[in-house]
């Protein structure tokens, strides 16, 4: 069953040359984290059973999978080196907040993560970083880094409600100089923003933003906010949503995500994606899929 967008998309039909011409891709930089510790040893989230059974080597091989894919597609992939007894390092996008090259490190909720945060800010501030790159150091509140703040060409989308606080959001306002909107989540398995929505296109091309998201896991509030903003976004369908198809990375043209969420591959075809399907099913039983073991790291232009 697919749930049938409330917005019907304008453009043209899958495939037709004019949609794919629309859509550009820019050359990313990310910054990634090898799952060589990679395992579920605690739950911190409903997807998580310590009795599952991770299979590491395999998760390291499908890791290195998204990495060689998104160098394929041409972009640029740092590496930040894991760290023993912080199995859950290897979701990078929880290690930050990076907007216009300045980087400001987690502070996590639950203690299992929690070294994690200085962890990345060496990174940020050590001498493997990037060009253009500026640590702002630690925050002083409870943020997960691009779990929840979700950079949406000059807005920062921010999640709340299972980790990221809203004293957190003002935090990040203020240090990283940007627009923030709130949104406020309801459904502990959509536990960070980017379990529910992923930007697919941050308007810097085509001036037009567009986003994908499971209305469901917010708050009527904050459905309303998204629906103002982006009233032509993708609705995922329940199936989409629940393999984690939304933690998905864009490149403005091809969108990397879950080899299973097929409803979701062919709404992005429709209008004018590539979607570019990973198998991530290790990753998936810490709660994590593609936008999770991704930190893009936003440089000055
Ligand atoms: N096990 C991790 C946690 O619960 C998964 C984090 C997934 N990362 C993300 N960006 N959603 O914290």
Redesign the pocket.
Known sequence: MTLSPTHTAVASPAGSPETEASRAATPRHYLMCPPTYFDVVYA??P??DPTSGVDTARAVAQWEELKATYEAHGHQVEVVDPVADLP?MV?A??GGAVVGGRALAARFV?AE?RAEGPAYEAWFSGPGAVVGLKSLGQAVELN????DFLLAGDVLLAGTGF?TTLAAHAEAARLLDVEVVTLELVDPRY??L??ALAVLDDGAVSGERTLAWYPPAFSSRSQEVVRDLFPDAIVASDEDAAVLGL?AVSDGRHVFLTDRATGLHERLRERGFEPVGIDLSELLK???SV??CTLELDLPR
Do not use: L, V
């Open positions: 911190i989230n997807w998580m859950d979701y996008a929880n639950h993560r997960e880094g691009q779990g980790r536990y960070h980017d379990t933690n810490g709660g994590g936008k999770c």
